[in-house]
């Protein structure tokens, strides 16, 4: 199969039925179409597209820079390649609103199984920056609230992020969480939570899955998956684990190449031509002409 097996109305019928399960969803982020079949191959439940390597993809910060089709474009492209589910970051939903309910239908049209609209001001900041600003509560109701309207499949995830536990202190966080469900939110997104206690807190308020952030050089403990399900925790993602990991490597890989000028003690670090094959399903295309192709390649 060129993309994936699965209509997108079918993999936001999992997602539903994945939340309402007794195991945490596992969604680590894709950086681009490639590392989402990645995703899949190595076993976990969903993908998961971050608005912040989105941004630095595009050589941006993550200040609120891109837009609405810059976002959906690429979210789009890499939903189609997997048969798991995948959940993107629409920041603030890009607008009022009546564009946040524009984004979601975007999002539906693009094959996403859900979205995440945040409580920040409009243009946003990294959840894990100081100096972080939060709309006021009947604002961001009315952000779930349009994107809760504004979607068609049922099916599709509208998840609440709030923001407020920076600036206001946890109680007010949970007080802002149950007012984002009330509003029609599936999912709660408390970002920047310092330790598993505060995910206990909103877990035990909601009566709708919790999502926890694990991100790198943030706020708050690197938990295991383990730990957060016994928090409460029904969702995890992992959104710039694998893109620091690849851009980490990129760069050791070019110091490598300037100090000696060959890559040639470069290549038991690298992904085989065989195994990048495999993973694009090079034989699986090759049925369309009747051709074969060697996997017994050099390097």
Not at 8 to 23: H, I, N, S, W
Not at 47 to 61: E, M, N, Q
Not at 242 to 258: F, N, Q, S, V, Y
Request: hydrophobic share 45%.
């Amino acid at each position: 199969m060129l993309y994936s097996t699965l209509t997108p109305a079918r993999k936001r019928r999992l997602f539903r039925e994945a939340l309402a399960g007794d195991a945490l969803v596992r969604m680590p982020g894709a950086f681009n179409p490639l590392s989402a079949r990645l995703i899949e191959r190595k076993g976990f439940d969903g993908v998961y597209v971050s608005g912040a390597v989105v941004a630095a993809d595009l050589g941006l910060p993550d200040i609120g820079l891109t837009t609405l089709t810059e976002v959906a474009t690429r979210a789009g492209q890499i939903a189609r390649m997997t048969d798991l589910p995948t959940l993107v970051d629409a920041d603030t939903g890009f607008g009022e609103p009546m564009n946040v309910a524009r984004t979601v239908q975007t999002m539906e049209d693009a094959g996403l199984a859900g979205l995440h609209v945040e409580d920040q001001v409009n243009p946003k900041r990294c959840g894990h920056l100081d100096g972080k600003q939060v709309v006021d509560l009947d604002t961001a109701v009315k952000r779930v609230r349009a994107a809760v309207e504004g979607r068609r499949d049922p099916d599709f995830v509208v998840v609440a992020r709030t923001d407020v536990r920076a600036v206001d202190g946890l109680d007010v966080a949970v007080d802002r969480a149950r007012a984002l469900v009330d509003a029609g939110a599936d999912a709660v997104f408390p970002e920047a939570l310092t330790g598993l206690t505060e995910f206990e807190a909103v877990a035990s308020a909601v009566g709708v899955p919790v999502l926890a952030n694990m991100t790198e050089f943030g706020k708050g403990e690197l938990h295991t998956v383990e730990q957060l399900q016994g928090a409460g925790v029904r969702m995890v993602i992992w959104p710039v684990t694998l893109l620091r990991l690849a851009m980490g490597e990129a760069g050791r890989g070019l110091d490598e190449i300037a100090a000696t000028g060959t890559q040639a003690r470069l290549l038991d670090r690298m992904q085989h031509r065989a195994d990048l094959y495999d993973l694009v399903d090079y034989e699986g295309y090759s049925a369309f002409d009747g051709g074969v192709f060697d996997f017994t390649v050099e390097r």
